[in-house]
């Protein structure tokens, strides 16, 4: 380095100290204590991480009533880390029923997700994932097997060195000093190659690392006609947003597609990567320096098209609802008459709302007989005409595959209105989109939910399991999948269990947002063997943390409304051995795995009579003896099916 060079970087970093973005310079020693004569430590930025178990994530302002918050840095395969860990394993024990968080951080990124999970699995203490280095860089972190305590009234650091024993603790969250050995000296080094090049930060061009991520993963929404509250369409403008930007990458809120960037591969993928989080945080945390060449968003004039698939091949207006201001609007389910006179394949379809604010979801489906009255329930609907959720984009199918709507008949609806403060008039439409006349697409799409009425959700609980699953009775493949829960969903996750009994993750959404739902489609359609399990597991947060929470101190059931809750992951998968030509008929069997997969929480194929709880669950344990036939102490799935033909109470919402 030049020293000119060596000016320029200590300039740069000086600068960005100032800008009072940068770490903890001022926190440093084995032990702090408020007492002590300490330059104003800085408040920790919020940030919010998945931890390894894919299982949730943790925001580090979620825990604004903890007595403290106890971070361990960690990283696999550092003795001194593994020697942290169970001290800190201890600590929890011993400082149980005091309020206080203990968590572990891995910023290593010579960790991989599975090993990370792999680790977590030895304890009970959930380590977070920290791929992108932003919470380590802001804590400061230069070594694992380091204890890192935040006083949650504000969010400075209170204490960094080896974990400290209970009575220690104690005095930290009091406020007094401690004295700790300074045995934290023996972790090991984590890389941040980043933060080493930190005097460089002022130098990531806006033209051309940074704009090019704005049009790729925000423009979408945020120009003229779209859904975003402002305009990300030139320099000046993301300038002005720079430090809302920086706080809603960083807690992972924007952009609002909620999969986890260490699963899976999507189309129409939102996600931004760990490096391109990196490049925004640091560019702003640089002061966002306009730097040289040409403003590419400003070259180009951004509006949302009136129907993003382009010009529907006909458009169906959803009968005109008025929601009123408040209250709780039961669901409606009116129907229109089917106005095509001949058969036709769909190939997509995207729902134009109207109240976008009052209108929480719209399932629509096709009904070979015009219903009597004006209402029309979706039990007896055919194929999917399309559906939107909060957040949700245009359902596509893939190239060669349709859905089949007869002529005639009708189109039935089920729609959800939530008040929202002012009374709002719905007009919302569906426009759909045909294969050309005459052409008649190879192969079926399907669909199916994975579902649990039977989910019991207890008052406070901060993440609550609940699971359920299908059994694929023959070859398919899966295209996507829509997870669905209420207020209270904190995580979902969706795995496949292959009847060898290996297990993969397909999806996971660690912090599920009831304002964004939307299918997740797969780059590449997942292939499930026959007798696989398709397996989703939510928790839910029923707590005073969850700020969406109506009610903390209810026991939650399923139920419509979003204040009850619902475990609902959306299918759409084809029957490999299916053609259109050649139609198939698998999905009872696939819907009645359901029954079998609500109860078996220990997933052996069979239902215990411990593992019948639940509303429904309770309902069926008197006649546990009588439905097991075979007497062999379990329901097996020919047992359940005798069940549902003799009428037992049917599961299905
Ligand atoms: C799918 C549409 C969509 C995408 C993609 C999207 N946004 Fe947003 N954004 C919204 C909507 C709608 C809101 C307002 C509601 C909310 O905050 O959830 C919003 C809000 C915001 C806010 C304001 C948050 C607040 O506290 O009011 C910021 C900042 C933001 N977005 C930045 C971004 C950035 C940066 C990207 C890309 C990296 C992005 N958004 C991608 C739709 C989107």
């Given at each position: 380095?030049?020293?000119?060079?060596m000016?320029?970087?200590?300039?740069?970093?000086?600068?960005?100290?100032?800008?009072?973005?940068?770490?903890?310079?001022?926190?440093?020693?084995?032990?702090?204590?408020?007492?002590?004569?300490?330059?104003?430590?800085?408040?920790?930025?919020?940030?919010?991480?998945?931890?390894?178990?894919?299982?949730?994530?943790?925001?580090l302002?979620?825990?604004?009533?903890?007595?403290?918050?106890?971070?361990?840095?960690?990283?696999?395969?550092?003795?001194?880390s593994?020697?942290?860990?169970?001290?800190?394993?201890?600590?929890?024990t011993?400082?149980?029923?005091?309020?206080?968080?203990?968590?572990?951080?891995?910023?290593?990124?010579?960790?991989?997700?599975?090993?990370m999970?792999?680790?977590q699995a030895?304890?009970?203490?959930?380590?977070?994932?920290?791929r992108?280095?932003?919470?380590?860089?802001s804590?400061?972190?230069?070594?694992?097997?380091?204890?890192?305590?935040?006083?949650?009234?504000?969010?400075?650091?209170?204490?960094?060195?080896?974990?400290?024993?209970?009575?220690?603790?104690?005095?930290?969250?009091?406020g007094?000093?401690?004295?700790?050995a300074?045995?934290?000296?023996?972790g090991?080094?984590?890389?941040?190659p980043?933060?080493?090049?930190?005097?460089?930060?002022?130098?990531?061009?806006?033209?051309?690392?940074?704009?090019?991520?704005?049009?790729?993963?925000?423009?979408?929404?945020?120009?003229?006609?779209?859904?975003?509250?402002?305009?990300?369409?030139?320099?000046?403008?993301v300038?002005?947003?720079?430090?809302?930007?920086r706080?809603?990458?960083?807690?992972?809120?924007?952009?609002?597609?909620?999969?986890?960037?260490?699963?899976?591969?999507?189309?129409?993928d939102?996600r931004l990567?760990?490096?391109q989080v990196?490049?925004?945080?640091?560019?702003?945390?640089?002061?966002?320096?306009r730097?040289?060449?040409?403003?590419?968003?400003?070259?180009?004039?951004?509006?949302?098209?009136?129907?993003?698939?382009?010009?529907?091949?006909?458009?169906?207006?959803?009968?005109?609802?008025?929601?009123?201001?408040?209250?709780?609007?039961?669901?409606?389910?009116?129907?229109?008459?089917?106005?095509?006179?001949?058969?036709?394949?769909?190939?997509a379809?995207?729902?134009?709302?109207?109240?976008?604010?009052?209108?929480?979801?719209?399932?629509?489906?096709?009904?070979?007989?015009?219903?009597?009255?004006?209402?029309?329930?979706?039990?007896?609907?055919?194929?999917?005409?399309?559906?939107?959720?909060?957040?949700?984009?245009?359902?596509i199918?893939?190239?060669?595959?349709?859905?089949?709507?007869?002529?005639?008949?009708?189109?039935?609806?089920?729609?959800?209105?939530?008040?929202?403060?002012?009374?709002?008039?719905?007009?919302s439409?569906?426009?759909?989109?045909?294969?050309?006349?005459?052409?008649?697409?190879?192969?079926?799409?399907?669909?199916s939910?994975?579902?649990?009425?039977?989910?019991?959700?207890?008052?406070?609980?901060?993440?609550y399991?609940?699971?359920?699953?299908?059994?694929?009775?023959k070859?398919a493949?899966?295209?996507?999948?829509?997870?669905?829960?209420?207020?209270?969903?904190?995580?979902?996750?969706?795995?496949i269990?292959?009847?060898?009994?290996e297990?993969?993750?397909?999806?996971?959404?660690?912090?599920?947002?009831?304002?964004?739902?939307?299918?997740?489609?797969?780059?590449?359609?997942?292939?499930?063997?026959?007798?696989?399990?398709?397996?989703?597991?939510?928790?839910?947060?029923?707590?005073k943390?969850?700020?969406?929470?109506?009610?903390?101190?209810?026991?939650?059931?399923?139920?419509?409304?979003?204040?009850d809750?619902?475990?609902?992951?959306?299918?759409?998968?084809?029957?490999?051995?299916?053609?259109?030509?050649?139609?198939?008929?698998?999905d009872?069997?696939?819907?009645?795995?359901?029954?079998?997969?609500?109860?078996?929480?220990?997933?052996?194929?069979?239902?215990?009579?411990?593992?019948?709880?639940?509303?429904?669950?309770?309902?069926?344990?008197?006649?546990?003896?009588?439905?097991?036939?075979?007497?062999?102490?379990?329901?097996?799935?020919?047992?359940?099916?005798?069940?549902?033909?003799?009428?037992?109470?049917?599961?299905?919402?």
């Amino acid at each position: 380095m030049t020293k000119s060079k060596m000016f320029m970087a200590g300039a740069a970093t000086a600068a960005l100290l100032a800008l009072g973005y940068v770490g903890f310079a001022s926190v440093s020693g084995a032990a702090l204590a408020a007492g002590d004569a300490q330059p104003m430590a800085k408040r920790v930025d919020n940030f919010r991480l998945a931890s390894a178990d894919l299982n949730g994530a943790y925001e580090l302002y979620r825990m604004s009533d903890a007595s403290a918050v106890v971070f361990l840095t960690q990283a696999n395969g550092c003795a001194a880390s593994a020697g942290a860990a169970q001290d800190l394993a201890k600590l929890k024990t011993a400082y149980a029923g005091k309020g206080a968080e203990f968590l572990m951080l891995n910023s290593n990124l010579k960790d991989t997700v599975d090993a990370m999970a792999a680790e977590q699995a030895k304890g009970s203490i959930p380590i977070l994932m920290d791929r992108n280095q932003l919470a380590g860089e802001s804590l400061n972190v230069t070594k694992s097997g380091e204890a890192i305590v935040i006083n949650p009234k504000t969010w400075q650091i209170v204490y960094r060195g080896a974990v400290p024993t209970a009575a220690q603790l104690d005095d930290i969250v009091a406020g007094k000093a401690v004295k700790v050995a300074a045995k934290a000296s023996g972790g090991c080094t984590i890389d941040f190659p980043a933060r080493a090049k930190m005097a460089d930060f002022t130098k990531i061009s806006y033209a051309k690392e940074v704009a090019p991520i704005i049009e790729a993963k925000c423009i979408n929404c945020h120009q003229a006609g779209s859904i975003g509250p402002m305009e990300l369409t030139s320099y000046d403008k993301v300038k002005g947003f720079a430090p809302m930007i920086r706080e809603v990458v960083r807690t992972s809120r924007m952009p609002p597609y909620m999969a986890d960037p260490s699963v899976g591969h999507f189309q129409r993928d939102e996600r931004l990567s760990p490096e391109q989080v990196k490049t925004l945080v640091h560019w702003i945390e640089a002061g966002a320096p306009r730097g040289d060449g040409a403003d590419p968003l400003a070259a180009v004039k951004h509006v949302a098209p009136d129907w993003p698939l382009g010009k529907p091949d006909i458009i169906l207006d959803i009968p005109a609802y008025t929601i009123p201001a408040s209250g709780v609007v039961d669901y409606q389910r009116p129907w229109i008459k089917n106005p095509l006179t001949e058969a036709r394949w769909l190939r997509a379809s995207t729902i134009k709302v109207g109240a976008r604010q009052g209108v929480h979801h719209i399932l629509t489906g096709y009904l070979k007989d015009v219903p009597t009255g004006n209402q029309a329930n979706e039990s007896q609907w055919g194929s999917s005409t399309g559906k939107y959720a909060v957040g949700a984009e245009s359902e596509i199918n893939p190239k060669d595959i349709g859905v089949y709507l007869p002529a005639g008949g009708a189109i039935g609806f089920q729609n959800h209105y939530t008040p929202y403060g002012k009374e709002a008039v719905d007009k919302s439409q569906i426009g759909l989109y045909f294969y050309p006349k005459g052409e008649t697409p190879s192969m079926v799409m399907h669909n199916s939910p994975i579902v649990n009425a039977n989910i019991e959700i207890p008052p406070g609980e901060e993440r609550y399991k609940q699971q359920a699953y299908l059994v694929f009775p023959k070859d398919a493949l899966l295209y996507s999948a829509f997870p669905h829960a209420h207020y209270r969903g904190e995580s979902s996750k969706l795995e496949i269990i292959y009847p060898n009994g290996e297990r993969k993750v397909l999806l996971s959404l660690p912090k599920y947002d009831f304002n964004w739902q939307r299918d997740y489609d797969f780059a590449e359609p997942v292939k499930i063997p026959a007798g696989s399990k398709l397996l989703a597991t939510y928790t839910y947060n029923n707590s005073k943390r969850n700020p969406a929470n109506p009610d903390p101190k209810r026991t939650v059931p399923w139920g419509d409304q979003s204040f009850d809750e619902m475990l609902f992951t959306y299918l759409r998968y084809r029957w490999t051995d299916e053609t259109s030509a050649k139609p198939v008929d698998y999905d009872i069997a696939l819907k009645n795995s359901g029954m079998l997969g609500m109860f078996d929480t220990n997933l052996d194929g069979k239902i215990q009579e411990s593992e019948l709880t639940g509303p429904i669950g309770r309902q069926m344990k008197p006649a546990f003896a009588m439905l097991d036939a075979n007497k062999d102490g379990a329901l097996d799935p020919a047992e359940m099916a005798k069940m549902n033909q003799g009428g037992g109470r049917q599961a299905r919402n």
